[in-house]
Every structure is written in C-alpha cells, then in structure tokens.
C-alpha cells in the first residue's frame, strides 16, 4: 500500500521535495497550489501525481502533508485547517525559515490530535519556481526539524524515514533553539551586509567614485543584500526577538571597538583582528588542514551536482586534463545563501572563467558565480 504524501505549495522548495520523494516508488504525491498553472506544470513533470482541487482537500487524503508555503502563508492556512480532516495519524510538517510563529501556529492543531513536526530544509537557488526545481537540491544539506514537547520519538522517525530520499542531513533541534542558530549565522548577516550597502550609499554623494571601488571584499561580505526584500522583511519581523538579541551583542561589540580605536594600542588592535582570524580559520572545511575558512569566497565557483559515487572525482578530472589548478575543493551543507552543491576555488578569475567553459562543456550541471 502507498504512502500518501501532499505538498502544499509547488514553488523550488515543494517541487524539489515532490521529485526527491519520488525516487521511493511507494510514495503517492498529491500536490497543491494557489496557482493552476504551477500545480499543471509540476504534473506534467511528474513532481506530483496527483493535482488536488484545493489544500483542504490535499491534507485531508494524506499521510504526511508538507507546508511548502511562505511562514505568514502557512500560519494563515494552520487557522483554516482547525476545521478540516485529517487522518488519523497524519503528520504534518513544513520548510518555513523561521521555526517559532509555525510552533505556535501548530498548537491548536495539535489539540486537536494532529501531529505537527517543524522542518527547515537548508537549501535554496538562485532560480525560483516550479521550473526550478531539482531532485537533488537538499543532497547533503543540512535539513532541521523541530518538533513540539508532544512529538513522540517513533513520529519522528516516521518523519525521517520519509525524507530519506531527500539525502539530506535530518538534524533535530528545538525551535527556539533553531531560530537562535540560524539569526546568528543567516540573518542578523542579512541586516549587517545591508547596513553596509546603506553606509555605502549614504556616502556616495561626497565619494561619487566610491561604487566603482566597491569590489573585493565588499562585493563578498555584501552579497547577500541582494537576495529578495520581500522574503527578508517577513523573516526579521518572524525572527524579530533573536535578532533584537543579535543586534544589542553588536552594539556593545561596537562600543568596545569604537574604545580600542580611541585608544590606539597597536597590540590591541592586531590583538582583535589575529583571535577573529584565528577562529575563522578552524571553521569547518571539506578537507583536514585547509587553509583557507567554511566562509572564503575569493574566485569559487558553485556546481549543483547530484550525489552519487564518482561524481567529484569526474569534475576534478575534467580540470585535471584541461590543466586548471584549484586550490580548494569542499560541499556546502547549509546552502540558504549559497547556491550549489560543491564549490571550487582557484587561483584567479581567468581560472574560474576557464573552468567554468570546460565544465559546461564537458557536463550538463548548472554553475553559478557569486
């Protein structure tokens, strides 16, 4: 007998999850969205095999029922839903960034007898959509679920055993601790790399040739203000209380800054700036001793590359024989703001260019520069 498994919402997150889940063949995907044409396209694509008329209708036929919606959306279809049917042991889940507003969203589901397991997938691309969606996208990602004080150890497996097929890398973690971890490394960054962009601009008036010298190290640590304010807006009001949190450690980090540049102690100085190297320096890499940091950015080249044996021996043989150096080879887990699978660095841009051309010719995957 099938499993069956609905998927509200059809965008990159739901219909990657819909083609992942797919590769176990007793697995039934009923898929919903707002938009026919979306929910028509990821049938014929096959990320779904059934379209339901409506998300009533999707939950209430299902085993498991994954909220592949924006946060605001889901918490918006959770007070629906306390007048639908579920069955009897459904479990429902989501991919919503911020962890907390669905928990509490959740509860007067829960009261009434649903499992509810939060779920964030650590994942993303630059491309969105339907038409985006790749079977692969979570391969080695980090994929967090948070379930409630109620979640009994075997829902959870169950949950588990499901995502699978996802290969991802299920982690579990309570929401409050979850939307802690993810304001400190993805977005309290968001706010910072935007503040920067706005000191930038605030500035450009007196330094008109300021923009032409934003290169380099700007153009890195400001990356991430490019991604969409719409999105960034609803995650730092959701994450409003761990970011307040964030926000006051960097003042008071300011604050001593601003007092050692007062100061003008030169051991102090190289002081702040050696202990900051040194622990970026032991953040994680793919290899033992790398020497360069989990966040160096400098001429890397990102490959989405689906996970199977072989494949990374393929690349760097593909390089090998067209004689490019790389100097540093690793997977990316935790890809919210990082697009692709495997990063390869190299020695220059006209060596990145260079492999990139090979590459494309040598292989079908899809390759990004940021």
Not at 75 to 92: G, Q, R, S, Y
Not at 261 to 268: A, G, I, K, R, T
Not at 309 to 338: C, H, Q, Y
Request: charged residues 20%.
């Amino acid at each position: 007998m099938k499993t069956t498994v609905s998927i509200i919402g059809l965008g990159l997150i739901g219909g990657s999850l819909g083609l992942a889940l797919k590769r176990n063949p007793d697995v039934h995907l009923v898929g919903f969205d707002r938009s026919y044409a979306t929910a028509d396209e990821a049938f014929r694509r096959g990320i779904i095999d059934t379209i339901a008329p409506s998300a009533k209708s999707a939950c209430e036929q299902a085993d498991f029922v994954i909220f592949a919606t924006p946060v605001n959306t889901t918490v918006a279809i959770f007070e629906e839903a306390l007048e639908w049917t579920f069955k009897e042991h459904a479990i429902v889940t989501d991919t919503g960034s911020t962890k907390k507003p669905i928990m509490d969203a959740a509860v007067a589901l829960q009261e009434k007898g649903i499992t509810f397991i939060g779920g964030h997938p650590m994942a993303g691309s630059h491309k969105s959509g339907v038409s985006a969606a790749m079977e692969h996208l979570f391969e080695n990602a980090y994929y967090i679920l948070t379930p409630s004080k109620t979640t009994t150890e075997h829902q959870i497996t169950l949950l588990e055993t499901l995502l699978e097929t996802t290969k991802a890398k299920l982690i579990v973690l309570q929401a409050e601790e979850h939307d802690r971890m993810t304001a400190i490394i993805s977005h309290f960054p968001h706010i910072v790399a935007s503040s920067l962009v706005g000191r930038l601009a605030a500035q450009e008036e007196q330094q008109p040739f300021v923009k032409r010298l934003a290169a380099g190290g700007f153009r890195d640590l400001t990356r991430i203000a490019s991604a969409d304010p719409v999105m960034w807006r609803d995650i730092t009001i959701q994450n409003r209380d761990e970011l307040l949190t964030q926000v006051d450690g960097w003042l008071d980090q300011m604050n001593t800054i601003r007092s050692m540049l007062v100061e003008n102690n030169p051991d102090q100085i190289f002081d702040f700036f050696s202990q900051a190297k040194t622990y970026r320096d032991k953040l994680p890499s793919t290899y033992e001793g790398a020497v360069q940091g989990a966040l160096y950015m400098t001429f890397d080249l990102h490959i989405d590359i689906p996970d199977h044996p072989g494949i990374i021996s393929e690349i760097t043989k593909i390089l090998a024989d067209a004689d490019i150096s790389l100097t540093n080879i690793r997977i990316v887990e935790t890809r919210t703001d990082v697009y692709g699978i495997l990063v390869i660095s190299f020695q220059s841009s006209a060596e990145r260019k260079r492999a990139r051309q090979v590459l494309a010719q040598a292989t079908d995957y899809s390759m990004h520069v940021l």
